[in-house]
């Protein structure tokens, strides 16, 4: 299986129309953040605790 990422402009009708045939022959469109977008999106939303060493990761967790 093969991703394809696809960047057009939406009022574009012609290309609208073909992406609709391409559903029509099976392509699936995947929502939402592959992982490495993910990744990003959770540093700058500050979820990602980041430590020196273990031991200092060994501290945070415990605290």
């Known amino acids: 299986m093969a991703t394809i ?3 057009y ?3 574009n009708s ?3 129309q073909l992406i ?3 559903f029509t022959l099976g392509a699936k ?3 939402g ?3 490495t977008m993910q990744a990003i999106a959770d540093y700058r939303s500050g979820n990602v605790t ?3 060493s273990f031991e200092d990761y ?5 605290a």
């Open 5 to 7: 990422t696809l960047e």
């Open 9 to 11: 402009d939406g009022r």
């Open 14 to 16: 012609a290309i609208k």
């Open 20 to 22: 609709g045939v391409l």
């Open 29 to 31: 469109e995947r929502k």
């Open 33 to 35: 953040y592959d992982e």
């Open 50 to 52: 980041v430590c020196d």
């Open 58 to 62: 060994l501290k945070k967790v415990h």
